[in-house]
């Protein structure tokens, strides 16, 4: 069915239509009315269907209260009261994918499925979950899937345990994540960026069930989602289920989720301990990070010019700022990495099988092969190479066998959740 701009259809009101070339589709942007909620439906022939409702989620402590929530929506709702029925769906669903993510400053729930009535019946527990979850009166959610007290006999210490405590000192027993942790909170003091919205193991037994439940009825509201469909559907019937069993049962309100910018603090350099095993040899063990904030996640030109320059630069065989840190000694394992997906985007050298005599060494080598490299070019067979490389992903929609529309999904919310297009 066509939908025309300024018509409104079950309580949606389609805002734009525009061709989108590069995908061949069609797409629609809608407000619903009533709730507040924002919808993008990108029409298309792929049978592979795609849905997302995601929330901007800005924490302001490192309790992993976004990410506790996330995993506790999934444990049963209004309408599917079991205890775990992202399992059951794992088990009995025709998904071709089913899944929850936490990030820095958003919290998504994608799903999708080649078969119609799968589809519908995944969108249906997935807004449920989220919308009408049980974990805001059992509080028996919040010690499962975050922490708890636990004994292993009556004379044992008392220790903590939990499905996000565990999983996060897994996470923070890796250096490479600590120094991550490290870089994120001193580039970003005064912002949500600042602080482990996956939880840090020493704050999340500081999480009660009143600030857990005080979280999700801030954040999980219509007025603060963002909701994806994709593919071959029956957009009319999809609409009225949406409004109907759920969106029609809330006001629109104002969230304050908005995301701070950061001031720039300056060049910081820090230096943290991590643990080794016992009478393990440190030489060769330091980890260093070059970090620059690049602070305009909406210029999409220049985010993918920073793609192509960390392949070619430093991923490549023939990688010359790469080449130049390693004819210098400073370390085993060179690395970058362009983070977009942030309000203020960051790129990244990473060095690790180095030595801390070396930290000194690493500003001046980079700053020297970049200023060469400004001065006498880039080679442009590599340049080129990395063009293609980008290009021939982009164009084969090759993504690891996961649903092309699920990554536009996450690739629409590196503008939309900025409050800019999401179609850039």
Request: charged share 20%; net charge negative.
């Amino acid at each position: 069915m066509t939908l025309d701009v300024h018509s409104t259809l079950h309580g949606f009101r389609v805002d734009r239509a525009v061709f989108v070339k590069e995908l061949g589709s069609q797409a629609y942007e809608m407000t619903h009315v009533q709730s507040g909620a924002r919808l993008l439906y990108i029409k298309n022939d792929d049978d592979n269907k795609v849905f997302s409702i995601s929330f901007r989620t800005t924490p302001s402590d490192s309790t992993g209260v976004p990410h506790i929530c996330e995993h506790s929506t999934l444990c049963g709702s209004r309408k599917f009261p079991l205890k775990e029925p992202f399992v059951e769906l794992v088990k009995g669903s025709l998904n071709t994918f089913l899944n929850a993510m936490t990030f820095p400053d958003k919290t998504m729930y994608p799903v999708a499925s080649r078969n119609a009535i799968d589809f519908k019946n995944l969108v249906d527990v997935y807004l449920d979950a989220v919308f009408f979850p049980n974990m805001l009166k059992d509080p028996e959610v919040l010690m499962q899937e975050g922490w708890h007290y636990e004994m292993e006999t009556p004379d044992a210490p008392l220790s903590y345990s939990g499905v996000v405590y565990n999983e996060m000192k897994g996470v923070f027993s890796s250096p490479d994540a600590q120094l991550e942790r490290h870089v994120m909170e001193n580039l970003f003091p005064d912002t949500t960026y600042g602080v482990e919205s996956g939880g840090d193991p020493d704050d999340i037994p500081n999480l009660t069930q009143a600030d857990f439940t005080a979280f999700h009825d801030k954040y999980y509201h219509p007025s603060n989602s963002y909701i994806f469909l994709y593919g071959d559907l029956d957009i009319d019937a999809m609409l009225a289920f949406i409004d109907g069993e759920y969106l029609s049962k809330f006001t629109a309100t104002h969230i304050a989720s908005e995301i701070g910018r950061q001031a720039c603090p300056g060049s910081i350099v820090k230096t943290y301990p991590y643990g080794v095993a016992n009478g393990e040899k440190t030489e060769q063990k330091t980890l260093h990070s070059l970090t620059y904030v690049v602070d305009d996640a909406l210029d999409t030109t220049l985010a993918l010019a920073f793609k192509t320059l960390t392949y070619a630069l430093l991923l490549s065989p023939a990688a010359p700022l790469k080449k130049a840190l390693v004819d210098a000694g400073l370390g085993q394992d060179i690395s970058g990495d362009f983070q977009n997906g942030l309000l203020q985007p960051l790129w990244g050298i990473s060095i690790n099988g180095s030595d801390p005599d070396k930290q000194a060494q690493i500003l001046p080598v980079v700053r020297k092969a970049l200023t060469d490299l400004v001065t006498k070019g880039i080679d442009r067979t590599l340049l080129t190479g990395a063009l293609n490389r980008i290009e021939f992903s982009l164009r084969e929609a090759d993504f690891a066998g996961r649903p092309k529309g699920l990554i536009y999904g996450i690739q629409c919310m590196d503008t939309w959740l900025y409050d800019e297009d999401p179609l850039l």
